[in-house]
T-cell receptor, first 116, second 110 residues
Framework: EAQVTQNPRYLITVTGKKLTVTCSQN?????MSWYRQDPGLGLRQIYY???????DKGDVPEGYKVSRKEKRNFPLILESPSPNQTSLYFC???????????????FGPGTRLTVT | QKEVEQDPGPLSVPEGAIVSLNCTYS??????FMWYRQYSRKGPELLMY????GNKEDGRFTAQVDKSSKYISLFIRDSQPSDSATYLC??????????FGTGTQLKVEL
């Protein structure tokens, strides 16, 4: 089954304790992205990756890191989480397209993070 | 001004009603227009995609784009309780960047 998986699905942590949220896709997609979703603000892009070893900042990258060492995996790292990073996080992937862009993105089930 | 504006709802309708969901945007460079559907506790999924102005129909769903007024609509005919979800308006200018609206929550009641 084609899917994007994220782990963990739920996480409660304390300020300053480094954490990693994993994301993996089995569709051989080149493009992967991380979003956070907050009430009234919608989905905002944190980082994205066009392919292995190619990453770039989205709209809200502060406080986050990513890496793309393998095509299928795109982990999100919070080196020193703060309460304002409490949010619902989604990983997404899509194939690269020469026309139309990556309009069909496949989303993971989400990770609900609470930082106290 | 936000790039994409949607009424957050919730919009509550009886089963079988025709639903109209609307969205406005500000960036003239947008040329691809998507509607994503997000069920509670799930990730968004692509529902419909249109390019430039015009209408596109897919079963009970019709997407309408008016680029001159920067106005996007999604119509749902014969709405069902299974249509209860949040609908995200997502215009794009090509490439990889998607700009998500905050979504309209729809509830279809029996």
């Amino acid at each position: 089954e084609a899917q994007v998986t994220q782990n963990p699905r739920y996480l409660i942590t304390v300020t300053g304790k480094k954490l990693t949220v994993t994301c993996s896709q089995n569709m051989n997609h080149e493009y992967m992205s991380w979003y956070r979703q907050d009430p009234g603000l919608g989905l905002r892009q944190i980082y994205y990756s066009m392919n292995v070893e190619v990453t770039d900042k989205g709209d809200v990258p502060e406080g986050y890191k990513v890496s793309r060492k393998e095509k299928r995996n795109f982990p999100l790292i919070l080196e020193s989480p703060s309460p304002n990073q409490t949010s619902l996080y989604f990983c997404a992937s899509s194939s690269s397209s020469s026309s139309g862009g990556n309009y069909e993105q496949y989303f993971g089930p989400g990770t609900r993070l609470t930082v106290t | 001004q936000k790039e994409v504006e949607q009424d957050p709802g919730p919009l509550s309708v009886p089963e079988g009603a025709i639903v109209s969901l609307n969205c406005t945007y500000s960036n003239s460079a947008f040329q691809y227009f998507m509607w994503y559907r997000q069920y509670s506790r799930k990730g968004p999924e692509l529902l419909m995609y249109t390019y430039s102005s015009g209408n596109k129909e897919d079963g009970r769903f019709t997407a309408q784009v008016d680029k001159s007024s920067k106005y996007i609509s999604l119509f749902i005919r014969d709405s069902q309780p299974s249509d209860s979800a949040t609908y995200l308006c997502v215009p794009a200018g090509g490439g990889n960047k998607l700009t998500f609206g905050t979504g309209t929550q729809l509830k279809v009641e029996l």
